[in-house]
């Protein structure tokens, strides 16, 4: 059963969360959505990299660095709300990229079998059957 929206925005703040306790390497208080990643939990600027890996190994994407802004940085809030639009980049294009296999691979069998020829794969060479 895929995963709802709210089921998947709390993987994430449950994975910033942990990765969080990692980076910085001490008890946290427990967090909300509103706490503040610099200001009140400490992060700095070499723990952003390191809890950036963590996320990305942690749900599995890898997340555009140009696209990366400070203000994503605020809370953990904005945070979730950045590795979410992210993750869901990652999902439409892989989507994308499967209907396009999918597609060439539909046109092939069509070719087959409208020529009786025999197609490879790559579509470069036909044999006939």
């Given at each position: ?12 703040v449950v994975q910033i969360s942990a990765a969080l ?12 959505e509103g706490s503040r990643l610099f200001d009140e ?8 990299f390191e809890l950036l890996m963590r996320l990305e ?73």
């Amino acid at each position: 059963m895929p995963e709802t929206t709210g089921t998947h925005r709390e993987r994430i703040v449950v994975q910033i969360s942990a990765a969080l306790g990692d980076v910085l390497d001490h008890e946290l208080p427990a967090l909300s959505e509103g706490s503040r990643l610099f200001d009140e939990l400490g992060l700095d600027s070499t723990g952003v990299f390191e809890l950036l890996m963590r996320l990305e190994e942690s749900l599995d994407i890898e997340f555009d660095t140009d696209s990366l802004e400070m203000a994503h940085f605020a809370s953990v809030g904005s945070l979730a709300d950045f590795v979410a639009a992210e993750a869901t980049e990652a999902t439409e294009a892989t989507e994308a990229t499967e209907v396009t296999e999918a597609t060439k691979a539909t046109e092939a069998v069509r070719v087959t079998g409208a020529t009786g020829a025999v197609v490879e794969a790559a579509g470069a060479t036909e044999a006939d059957g």
